[in-house]
């Protein structure tokens, strides 16, 4: 038997005659009165006893019945899904996000587009720039959203970069850390602490290390480094060390109090926060949407409501 027969069959036992079954599902008696007898011949029973006015199930077709009607509820749920992955209201975004982007600009993204389109799924792959666009021109990675630390000439020109805000790097430490209450801290004071910095900061690294030797200073030796950002925090929180971050990551200690921003005349590096896709790539509704709100995110982040 085929899908046809078995719609047939159902509209057949919903309107009650032949005729009006014909007229619902726009086909011809004949159409329809063929297709149930090739439905009968391939079964080798009767589904329908014709009467004069309605026709009436078999034993055969009572059975039919509630398998034909399990079929069609199955076969019409593959249709309105796989309508809704042909337009891109279901399926699976994969994102790679920076540490300072996941929870503050994509997070709220996400969840507004789930609210809209509930069966999308988002699959978020951690990292630095330089470790997540390999991934997005290998179409591992739909989008990134990350701090820009590479320079242009670094980025493949089959990817563009939006820039969503900046973000502002400042030298962070523990509340009770002996420079947490000192204003306007010099480069020298220091040096006499021990640091511990993410991993591969790129341009920021240089700035901050370029305005120690314009001072006739050399940078803090033997400092840490980390790609972990629970250990960077405890270090920091628990452990006395001083850390370069973005504002933004740094909020939830400095909302709590548990650490202080540190102004340090001779030293500021804004980081654009860039949002990263293939050039020329076609979008689906839920990817555009994804893109829009993470603009949204970001302009309210950059005028202090986010």
Not at 88 to 109: K, V
Not at 172 to 180: E, I, Q, S, T, V
Not at 214 to 238: I, K
Request: proline fraction near 5%.
């Amino acid at each position: 038997m085929d899908l046809r027969q078995l719609r047939y069959f159902l509209a057949v036992v919903e309107y009650g005659t032949f005729t009006r079954a014909a007229a619902a599902i726009g086909c011809t008696q004949q159409a329809l009165s063929k297709g149930i007898g090739a439905l009968e011949q391939r079964l080798g029973e009767h589904v329908f006893s014709r009467g004069t006015r309605h026709v009436e199930l078999t034993r055969a077709g009572r059975l039919l019945l509630d398998h034909a009607r399990t079929i069609h509820e199955a076969v019409a749920d593959f249709e309105d899904r796989l309508t809704d992955l042909q337009t891109g209201s279901e399926g699976l975004i994969r994102i790679g996000a920076g540490p300072s982007t996941a929870g503050s600009l994509l997070a709220p993204a996400v969840i507004a587009l789930r609210r809209q389109w509930p069966r999308i799924r988002a699959q978020v792959s951690g990292g630095i720039a330089q470790e997540l666009l390999p991934s997005l021109l290998a179409r591992r990675l739909d989008l990134v959203v990350s701090l820009h630390t590479l320079g242009d000439d670094e980025v493949d020109p089959r990817i563009t970069g939006e820039v969503l805000l900046h973000d502002e790097y400042r030298v962070m430490a523990a509340a009770g850390h002996p420079l947490a209450g000192v204003r306007g801290v010099k480069l020298e004071q220091l040096l006499g602490h021990p640091w511990i910095f993410g991993r591969r900061l790129g341009a920021v690294e240089q700035v901050f290390h370029g305005a120690f030797r314009r001072r006739g200073l050399a940078p803090p030796a033997h400092a840490m480094e980390s790609d972990s950002l629970e250990f960077l925090r405890a270090m920091v929180t628990d452990g006395g060390h001083l850390t370069l971050l973005p504002r933004r990551l740094a909020q939830p200690q400095l909302r709590q109090g548990q650490w202080r921003e540190l102004v340090v005349p001779g030293f500021a590096y804004r980081s654009p926060v860039r949002l990263y896709t293939r050039i020329h790539e076609p979008q689906s509704a839920p990817m555009a949407k994804l893109l829009h709100n993470l603009r949204s995110n970001a302009a309210a982040w950059a005028h202090g409501t986010g």
